[in-house]
């Protein structure tokens, strides 16, 4: 069904090309789930929730991961990468994207702070043990700083606690100002709302919490250790929580469109139930967020242990880390399926080799994932010891 | 450890929060600062000119000359339009847009089962509006396009990181990123033309004078005389854009 009374598609002849592709998908996925891994470490530093003390640096160095590629995308993405420090030297304020810049690298250095507080203890002890050019390393990490006594400790928890909190609005910040980009244009239909910062937090910290999940599954299971059940069953409540209310404001956005029915919902209508429909109506909607939520509903009322409850839970991440996915796919895409003209869409057509390909964007995605293994075999990140098999 | 005493130690860091503060506070309001010291755009704008385009529905004939002629004197790649033409058939059960290769060849004459239907035809010439209050220029984030004070919105090729986001900003479509030189580019109004006196290459060459570029500042011009019988409309007005392409007998169903 052709948008506005059309009897043909039409596009204007600019929008043949597609500008913001898979790059521009995969960046506010990655800052998702720094966000994401952020609430959860905070969770246990700010509000105590003591379920998630074992996590908490686990979800640190995830966090920090994935922040060390927010930027890959973009320098990707960018028609003039080399002049990308232009964000730094004369950011128009107008816009919302000049602020990333500055909100990215002060966010990565109070990430690093918070790391180095939470692991110093660590680089201290193995400072004083290995010697040789490890043993300097482990100094430089240590920043000169030797002594770890119990007041220097209640300074660290102080500090820590501290961080964690202005983190919390500062991860919001850092991902919220991503939604403000998009729901901010008024030229596309699609991403147009005032709803767009919070629901794109909101599906940030669900990617985050399910990524960890699947991420101390993987861990655990492969390194033959425990699971931790009670941290679990928490965790996947307030995943289910956080998903509540993403999918109840995605669901609420296109209610009030369609509500509406006015100019938007012309050509939200017609995308929707045309180019869209495949995945967003049975791929985001029916599959990735209708299963998990049932699931996850499922795991937090009738509270399963054991194996049962791993593999749901297990099931519900996925599916969910999935569904924010798609969803990113859904509005960077979608919304530029839409033809200004109002009189028809215009198509997305996958590239692999390409500079905005699958092939980069997958190396990009994987990239946090080989970074974390290497930290996670230095330093202890679940347990007490680096994982040295 | 170190030796400074306590005192010193704070003395320092207060100096460095206070530096950084002031250097933030600097970096963030720099360039409405600039702009302040340097007078406000209005008084230049009244000493010089203010630009305005004008479009003739009634006049256009779809011929094309306009987007080869634009493709040629700047220089735009293949597949990509700084200006093009969409021919509108209006039937009783919606409408028929189209604008093969911008129009730049021309059209091929409607097939007969829509030309029986046809209850109006016409031709849309579009281009870059140069909007006074552009949301191109508000999303720009390193401020590589502008307003200049006579009105021509432009991208500075030096400074632009292209990014895209002006693309996606403009509700006309009218923007693209050079395939070539890899920056956002759109319609100048030929400004390298109409600084050293002559037309924009699609006014010079149109056979039916339905483009019209002038000095708003002039009263003898053709735009001011149109701005002033109030008989204009302009594209998307629901997005208050202040678009300077005032467009004569616009019919409704043109978007």
């Known amino acids: 069904?052709?948008?506005?009374?059309?009897?043909?598609?039409?596009?204007?002849?600019?929008?043949?090309?597609?500008?913001?592709?898979?790059?521009?998908?995969?960046?506010?996925?990655?800052?998702?789930?720094?966000?994401?891994?952020?609430?959860?470490?905070?969770?246990?530093?700010?509000?105590?929730?003591?379920?998630?003390?074992?996590?908490?640096?686990?979800?640190?160095?995830?966090?920090?991961?994935?922040?060390?590629?927010?930027?890959?995308?973009?320098?990707?993405?960018?028609?003039?990468?080399?002049?990308?420090?232009?964000?730094?030297?004369?950011?128009?304020?107008?816009?919302?994207?000049?602020?990333?810049?500055?909100?990215?690298?002060?966010?990565?250095?109070?990430?690093?702070?918070?790391?180095?507080?939470?692991?110093?203890?660590?680089?201290?002890?193995?400072?004083?043990?290995?010697?040789?050019?490890?043993?300097?390393?482990?100094?430089?990490?240590?920043?000169?700083?030797?002594?770890?006594?119990?007041?220097?400790?209640?300074?660290?928890?102080?500090?820590?606690?501290?961080?964690?909190?202005?983190?919390?609005?500062?991860?919001?910040?850092?991902?919220?100002?991503?939604?403000?980009?998009?729901?901010?244009?008024?030229?596309?239909?699609?991403?147009?709302?005032?709803?767009?910062?919070?629901?794109?937090?909101?599906?940030?910290?669900?990617?985050?919490?399910?990524?960890?999940?699947?991420?101390?599954?993987?861990?655990?299971?492969?390194?033959?250790?425990?699971?931790?059940?009670?941290?679990?069953?928490?965790?996947?409540?307030?995943?289910?929580?956080?998903?509540?209310?993403?999918?109840?404001?995605?669901?609420?956005?296109?209610?009030y469109v369609a509500y509406e029915h006015g100019h938007h919902w012309s050509v939200i209508g017609p995308l929707l139930s045309g180019p869209l429909y495949d995945t967003f109506v049975i791929g985001q909607v029916l599959v990735l967020s209708v299963v998990p939520f049932l699931t996850l509903g499922y795991i937090t009322i009738f509270k399963p242990w054991g194996k049962g409850l791993l593999y749901l839970a297990n099931l519900a991440s996925l599916l969910l880390v999935l569904q924010v996915l798609f969803m990113r796919f859904n509005v960077v895409v979608g919304g530029q399926l839409i033809s200004k003209s109002d009189r028809g869409f215009t198509e997305f057509h996958f590239e692999f080799l390409a500079r905005e390909g699958v092939v980069p964007a997958v190396i990009i995605l994987s990239a946090p994932f080989v970074v974390f293994y290497i930290i996670s075999r230095l330093i202890p990140v679940l347990g007490d010891a680096p994982d040295t098999e | 450890m170190t030796t400074q005493t306590p005192n010193a130690r704070r003395v320092f860091l207060q100096r460095l929060l206070a530096g950084s503060a002031a250097a933030g506070v600097f970096m963030v309001y720099r360039q409405p600062v600039m702009a302040a010291l340097k007078g406000a755009n209005e008084t230049t704008q009244a000493a010089g000119h203010d630009y305005a385009f004008v479009v003739d529905i009634s006049r256009c004939i779809g011929c094309g000359q306009c987007v080869r002629a634009c493709s040629i004197e700047n220089e735009v790649p293949e597949g990509q339009y700084r200006t093009w033409i969409e021919r509108y058939v209006v039937t009783p059960d919606g409408v028929h847009v189209d604008s093969p290769q911008g129009g730049m060849h021309g059209f091929d004459e409607v097939d007969e089962a829509l030309a029986s239907e046809a209850i109006n035809s016409f031709f849309v010439p579009k281009l870059c509006n140069h909007c006074a209050e552009a949301p191109c220029i508000q999303v720009c984030p390193v401020g590589a396009t502008f307003r200049s004070p006579e009105g021509f919105v432009l991208v500075d090729p030096e400074h632009c990181i292209g990014c895209s986001y002006c693309v996606q900003a403009c509700p006309y479509g009218v923007?693209?990123?050079?395939?070539?030189?890899?920056?956002?580019?759109?319609?100048?109004?030929?400004?390298?033309?109409?600084?050293?006196?002559?037309?924009?290459?699609?006014?010079?060459?149109?056979?039916?004078?339905?483009?019209?570029?002038?000095?708003?500042n002039d009263p003898d011009s053709q735009v001011a005389r149109v701005l002033q019988e109030d008989n204009w409309d302009v594209l998307k007005p629901e997005a208050h854009t202040a678009s300077m392409c005032l467009y004569l007998g616009l019919p409704r169903v043109v978007v």
Not at chain 1, 79 to 97: D, K, V
Not at chain 1, 139 to 163: C, N, Q, W
Not at chain 1, 204 to 231: E, K, N
Request: proline letters at 5%; a positive charge; one cysteine or more.
């Open chain 1, 1 to 255: 069904m052709l948008p506005n009374e059309s009897l043909v598609n039409f596009f204007f002849p600019n929008e043949a090309e597609i500008h913001w592709s898979l790059m521009i998908v995969i960046y506010p996925y990655i800052t998702g789930l720094v966000a994401g891994a952020f609430v959860v470490s905070s969770l246990y530093h700010v509000f105590q929730i003591r379920a998630f003390e074992n996590i908490a640096r686990f979800a640190l160095v995830a966090a920090f991961s994935f922040g060390l590629f927010a930027a890959v995308p973009l320098l990707f993405h960018l028609g003039q990468p080399f002049r990308a420090l232009n964000i730094f030297f004369t950011p128009h304020t107008t816009s919302a994207m000049s602020v990333f810049g500055y909100v990215y690298s002060s966010y990565m250095i109070l990430l690093m702070i918070e790391l180095w507080l939470v692991y110093r203890e660590y680089f201290i002890q193995k400072a004083q043990e290995t010697q040789g050019i490890p043993g300097r390393v482990w100094k430089i990490l240590t920043l000169g700083v030797m002594d770890y006594t119990p007041e220097s400790a209640r300074v660290d928890h102080k500090l820590t606690t501290f961080l964690a909190a202005i983190g919390i609005p500062w991860a919001c910040f850092l991902h919220g100002y991503v939604g403000f980009i998009f729901g901010s244009v008024k030229a596309n239909a699609w991403w147009a709302t005032p709803l767009q910062p919070i629901i794109f937090l909101m599906s940030a910290i669900v990617s985050g919490i399910a990524m960890l999940m699947l991420m101390y599954a993987f861990i655990r299971w492969r390194t033959r250790q425990a699971y931790d059940f009670p941290m679990i069953q928490k965790l996947m409540g307030f995943l289910w929580g956080f998903f509540i209310i993403d999918f109840f404001l995605e669901g609420l956005e296109i209610v």
């Open chain 2, 175 to 216: 923007r693209f990123i050079n395939r070539e030189k890899h920056i956002a580019d759109k319609c100048t109004w030929c400004y390298h033309r109409v600084s050293q006196g002559k037309l924009p290459a699609c006014v010079t060459v149109c056979p039916t004078q339905a483009r019209m570029f002038g000095d708003l």
